[in-house]
């Protein structure tokens, strides 16, 4: 589990749709994407064109930021994760039908699989006390900033 606190993994889970911010040539984009979680790798999986805005942006700058959160109005209620990783493209028969599983429409659509390889997380979870935070960082050597 690579030592993430458990109510950022709950979270994760529970969700299925992300806001991935990317950036090129000096330019801010950002698109809403379906996910699947491999927990065992800490890594989100989400399927695009690869003529798609956002990941062309990727392909120049794969160091990308991200939200997934709980929409609620209620500030005691609000809850949600703000991530940076790097993405990769995917190729595995495997996960591709994961993804076609959980998001059946995906079949009649042509994409290629994406992972972002996540490397900081700051969960905020206002239902345990106005402000209460988590926070995962991957270990890096200095050379993969």
């Not at 806001?19 to 801010?28: E, G, I, M, Q």
Request: charged letters at 25%; proline letters at 5%.
């Amino acid at each position: 589990m690579n030592n993430i606190e458990l109510p950022i993994v709950k979270f994760i889970k529970k969700h299925h749709v992300l806001n991935l911010a990317t950036s090129s040539d000096n330019v801010p984009y950002a698109a809403s994407l379906f996910y699947i979680y491999l927990e065992d790798e800490n890594k989100l999986i989400f399927a695009s064109d690869e003529n798609t805005k956002h990941i062309q942006d990727c392909l120049k700058q794969p160091l990308v930021a991200g939200t997934i959160a709980l929409e609620t109005t209620f500030i005691s209620h609000i809850r949600g994760i703000q991530f940076t990783g790097k993405i990769i493209e995917v190729n595995d028969d495997f996960l591709r039908k994961k993804y076609i599983k959980k998001f059946p429409p995906a079949v009649f659509i042509p994409f290629k699989l994406w992972a972002i390889e996540l490397n900081f997380i700051k969960m905020t979870d206002n239902s345990l006390g106005f402000g209460e935070k988590f926070i995962w960082e991957k270990e890096l050597p200095y050379t993969q900033l």
